[in-house]
């Protein structure tokens, strides 16, 4: 009798010891889930992206084929978000659209992170350099960034397009502009972490057995400050989005023939009062991008702290 | 707090400096020609003198010191002498920053769009800062009520809809389909009786609410966590066990501590709201500062550009440092010596 209650009691703490022995990953996949806005996210990013990719292949109309006896129409069932004023069908131009947003996107996030974490890590982690490239971020902090966003476009828009062609061409100059101009954040927090990280025991454990500094970095203090950088790796992502789509919209962005979802809003304004549908969509795809990313944003800042995860 | 005021003022010059050389050098030594829009039969030999005429036969690090006595010496003697109708020395010879397309001095075309940014610009921030805070008290107080759940949703949608959406869906809405408000400021409006004053209301109805949504929905997510971190606090359990109507310990005992960090956030939002007008202007057609920063930019009038630009890093440097010295003097327990 009482042996079997000690067995039940022993498989019971068994099982608990099992609870507490999952991954860290697995852990924060539990706290991720059960925040329905990011999994909501997840689930709207997730069809965007598959839409965006694969769509083309389904709805295989040329974005660029112009129909002018099909010029304006509304929404019907071969042009299913209707067509603009050249006839060319609206729905193939947001899957092109898309495309280049989110590559924008992403680029342009990774280009911002990589320069965030490298000048967070080193100021963190090289007390010397600690003052000047903190310095240099409060300077990048102090600019007025769309202005000079749209200034140096303005600028550089032609030696770029003769140098890589039309397109490639703007695409590296506004990946680029954007990716320089919006690191600040990352840095400070990446930094913030290496100073706490690096008074850790683990570390004077690591130096203490003479690990050199590029592999104490890559080793021991970059995985600890991998998930500030993943809550800014998905907020750059939304942030790039709207940076780019607001150039585009200032007519500094895209070409026409080229475009991006800004752009067709962009386009779209003129004809309002014909088919507001123009704006309606490419704006749609934007805001619902840029909100499902947050939310996954959120959901993950949630899940990758450790005094909320496990509550 | 003195000291460390001065110590900050003083610091924001070297900023100022290396910011304004930033800007100067990026436009100048770009590759643009400020002759190449003019008619092609120019000869060359007029095309040398108009660029001479410009101001562009000295070298650059001349060009750019004088730059700078015009914009940090000369317009600011200007403007006291405006302002005081005195003259300082001889304000005739005094040069001025002067646009290439229109030849005006800058600082004036600013002044002549300045008025329209800041009452759309003032009034939008106004407006947020009054949705936001009450929403922010109310989520933070109802914690997980319907209530916050819907404001925090909406205020989700609110910061990830970009305002140049939100404003021509507000114009699909209200001025094509319902027809009730204009989707053009007109800024020759002059408010002179109740006619006219209703349509320059009508009229700043779309722009301030596009504007104000968007910072509300910011303010009213820093309003909400910083009520929350004090709602948990000790001192608000001593109030209310002391008997104090749950009314005063919110409003008067909570409020008042969690406005300390949003007031730095309002403050440092400021400038990045200027910034953000430039799309709000575009949508609705206002003529202020940000749409002549835009046609300066596609006019490649280089003198218009630096000046608008450096005046919003003078914002931007100008509201860190209110910020720095209101979270210090809002906040004793925040020393900075």
Same mark, same amino acid.
């Given at each position: 009798m009482t042996d079997s209650v000690q067995g039940r009691v022993l498989a019971a703490e068994a099982e608990e010891v099992e609870l507490r022995h999952r991954s860290l990953w697995l852990d924060v996949w539990h706290q991720f889930r059960s925040h329905k806005g990011a999994m909501a996210g997840v689930g709207v990013f997730a069809f965007i992206v598959l839409a965006v990719l694969l769509g083309p292949y389904i709805h295989d109309i040329d974005p660029q084929y112009l129909d002018y006896r099909a010029k304006n129409q509304g929404m019907s069932l071969a042009h299913p978000m209707g067509t603009d004023n050249l006839g060319r069908d609206m729905f193939a131009q947001v899957l092109a659209g898309g495309r280049t947003s989110l590559a924008v996107g992403v680029t342009a996030m990774a280009l911002s992170l990589s320069l965030g974490t490298l000048v967070g890590v080193i100021a963190g982690f090289f007390a010397r350099l600690d003052g000047v490239l903190m310095r240099l971020t409060d300077l990048f902090l102090a600019l007025p960034i769309l202005p000079l966003l749209l200034v140096i476009i303005m600028l550089f828009r032609d030696t770029l397009r003769s140098l890589f062609g039309p397109e490639i061409g703007i695409f590296i100059l506004i990946v680029f502009v954007i990716g320089i101009t919006s690191w600040m954040q990352t840095a400070r927090i990446v930094r913030g972490e290496v100073l706490a990280i690096k008074e850790r025991e683990f570390v004077l454990a690591a130096r203490s057995i003479g690990t050199r500094s590029y592999r104490m970095i890559f080793r021991h203090i970059f995985p600890n400050v991998l998930s500030p950088i993943m809550v800014s790796a998905t907020l750059g992502v939304a942030a790039a989005i709207i940076t780019e789509s607001a150039l585009s919209f200032l007519g500094l962005g895209f070409p026409s023939d080229f475009p991006t979802w800004g752009r067709l809003l962009f386009d779209g304004v003129p004809f309002l009062n014909i088919n507001p549908a123009r704006v309606i969509w490419p704006g749609l795809a934007i805001s619902l991008t840029v909100l499902s990313v947050n939310y996954i944003g959120d959901g993950l800042r949630d899940a990758l702290d450790p005094r909320i995860r496990g509550r | 707090m003195f000291r460390y005021a001065i110590r900050r003022l003083l610091f924001a010059i070297p900023t100022l400096l290396v910011i304004s050389f930033i800007i100067f050098a990026l436009l100048d030594l770009a590759?643009? =020609? $400020?002759?190449?829009? @003019? $008619? @092609?039969?120019?000869?060359e030999e007029v095309r040398e003198m108009i660029k001479l005429s410009l101001g @562009?036969?000295?070298p650059f690090h001349i060009r750019y010191l004088k730059w700078l006595e015009q914009f940090l010496v000369n317009e600011p003697l200007n403007l006291i002498e405006q302002f005081w109708g005195i003259e300082i020395g001889?304000?005739? =010879?005094r040069l001025r920053v002067r646009s290439w397309s229109t030849r005006a001095p800058v600082v004036d075309l600013i002044a002549a769009r300045l008025p329209q940014t800041l009452s759309v610009v003032g009034v939008s921030y106004i407006v947020a800062i009054l949705i936001a805070v009450p929403i922010g008290v109310i989520s933070a107080y109802k914690q997980y009520s319907i209530f916050d759940q819907i404001g925090t949703f909406v205020s989700m949608i609110g910061f990830s809809v970009p305002t140049f959406f939100t404003g021509t869906v507000f114009i699909v809405i209200f001025s094509v389909i319902l027809g009730w408000l204009p989707s053009i400021y007109d800024t020759t409006l002059e408010v002179r009786d109740l006619d006219s004053f209703v349509a320059q209301f009508k009229q700043m109805i779309m722009p301030v609410m596009v504007l104000g949504l968007f910072n509300a929905a910011q303010l009213s997510r820093f309003m909400r966590s910083s009520m929350l971190d004090n709602l948990n606090q000790e001192y608000v359990r001593t109030a209310r066990s002391k008997g104090m109507a749950e009314p005063v310990v919110i409003l008067i005992h909570v409020l008042r501590n969690s406005m300390i960090p949003v007031v730095t956030v309002i403050a440092l939002g400021l400038p990045t709201t200027f910034a953000g007008a430039i799309i709000t202007e575009q949508i609705f057609r206002i003529n202020g500062v940000g749409q002549l920063l835009i046609g300066a930019i596609e006019g490649a009038d280089i003198p218009t550009v630096q000046t608008v630009t450096f005046i919003f890093a003078v914002l931007i440097v100008l509201f860190n440092l209110i910020a720095d010295l209101l979270y210090g003097m809002l906040d004793p327990r925040i020393r900075y010596d």
């Open positions: - | 590759p643009s =020609d $400020p002759t190449a829009q @003019l $008619p @092609l039969t120019i000869p @562009l036969g000295e001889n304000s005739e =010879d």
